[in-house]
Nanobody, 124 residues
Framework: QVQLVESGGGLVQAGGSLRLSCAAS????????MGWFRQAPGKEREFVAA????????RYADSVKGRFTISRDNAKDTVYLQMNSLKPEDTAVYYC?????????????????WGQGTQVTVSS
């Protein structure tokens, strides 16, 4: 009963910024920890960032720490990923996800709902 729709992807030059949004719907959204993952062609889907339902805990992959920021606005049923200092290696399809558990998680199998993904391309 949770639906997720990502938006905000696009083409940006290296060093630029982009903000992704994930609009959520469903009666249990307010209790769901959320995560962002990404997948490049020929590679496994990898963890990017996660946040608890309250926003009290955040986690980041080492590759994006210090550059990306995850946040959520429960009143707007939306989760964000602010991406700064983008690099060509950040190019991927980015997915948001929600899990039924209460804690933030970093593995794909720990999440129960997924969005359709949004393409982010960083040019050099």
């Amino acid at each position: 009963q949770v639906q997720l729709v990502e938006s905000g992807g696009g083409l940006v030059q290296a060093g630029g910024s982009l903000r992704l949004s994930c609009a959520a719907s469903g009666r249990t959204f307010g209790s769901n920890p959320m995560g962002w993952f990404r997948q490049a062609p020929g590679k496994e889907r990898e963890f990017v960032a996660a946040i608890t339902w309250s926003g009290g805990e955040t986690r980041y992959a080492d590759s994006v720490k210090g550059r990306f920021t995850i946040s959520r606005d429960n009143a707007k049923d939306t989760v964000y990923l602010q991406m700064n200092s983008l690099k060509p290696e950040d190019t991927a399809v980015y997915y948001c996800a929600a899990r039924l558990g209460r804690r933030a998680a970093e593995r794909t199998y720990e999440y129960d709902y997924w969005g359709q993904g949004t393409q982010v391309t960083v040019s050099s």
